[in-house]
């Protein structure tokens, strides 16, 4: 880590509709305020996209942690960072909910909401062998806050070991001058190199299996396709 700047991870002005840059705008702006009157701050804070348009994960590692505004439950960048080992923060899930109720924060939680409108909850209703749960909380129902929690709990932020929560930006602001990131670091690329280990176990058993009766260099399974699709 060579940089002072905790990097914001805000949704770019591409990616996110004009409701949740406006709502992006007045968050990031109260964090900065309440930055701003600490005077003894350990780190700087700084909004990645403002900081680098362009980046390379080079200039990510440089940062002593990145701060995730969710913007959907899964995404590739999340797991990139921390195959580098790079602390993260996220809001907890009573924080996340409310600023979902309120702002639409994790807008592409729900697959159609460019087109939902005012429309409550699934096109297609549960199963009826679906568990209870999952019959009350329709998993595109945005008023019901008991459904948004219910699916928000499963988002990466969550069920990822070594996530930071903050409830509030106060408590972000604290956390972030108490914390020890490298120690968070170092168990963030442990984690990591256990999950890669059972994945590379785990798909090489898969192929031994499937190849356990052809012997080495044989074209067996070409040659099968080919008769069957003639």
């Known amino acids: 880590v060579s940089r002072r700047q ?49 980046y390379t994960f080079e200039d990510l590692a440089q940062h002593p942690a990145i701060v995730l505004f969710p913007y959907q439950v899964s995404v590739m960048s999340l797991f990139e960072r921390r195959a580098m080992g790079i602390p993260m923060f996220a809001p907890s899930l009573d924080l996340m909910v409310e600023w979902h109720m309120r702002y639409g924060l994790v807008f592409e939680r729900r697959v159609d909401w460019q087109t939902a409108g005012s429309r409550r909850g699934s096109l297609v209703g549960a199963h009826d062998d679906a568990p209870d749960e999952l019959a009350r909380f ?9 459904a948004v929690r219910y699916w928000l709990a499963k988002s990466d932020v969550f069920t990822l070991p070594h996530v930071l929560h903050f409830d509030s ?8 001058d108490t914390t020890d990131l490298s120690a968070v670091s170092a168990k963030i690329l442990a984690h990591h190199a256990a999950l890669e280990h059972d994945v590379h176990i785990g798909w090489k058993t898969i192929f ?3 190849l356990s009766t052809r012997p080495p260099g044989s074209r067996a399974c070409s040659e099968n396709s080919s008769e069957r699709s003639t």
Do not use: I
């Not at 329709?138 to 008991?146: F, G, H, T």
């Open 169 to 176: 930006f106060q408590h972000l602001l604290h956390l972030l």
């Open 208 to 210: 031994s299996q499937l």
């Open 6 to 54: 905790v990097l914001l991870d805000v949704c770019d002005d591409v990616r996110c509709p004009p409701f949740r840059q406006t709502a992006m705008r007045k968050l990031v702006g109260s964090l900065q305020h309440l930055h701003a009157a600490q005077s003894a701050a350990k780190w700087e804070l700084a909004e990645l996209r403002r900081l680098y348009p362009t």
């Open 138 to 146: 329709d998993p595109n129902d945005e008023r019901n806050p008991d």
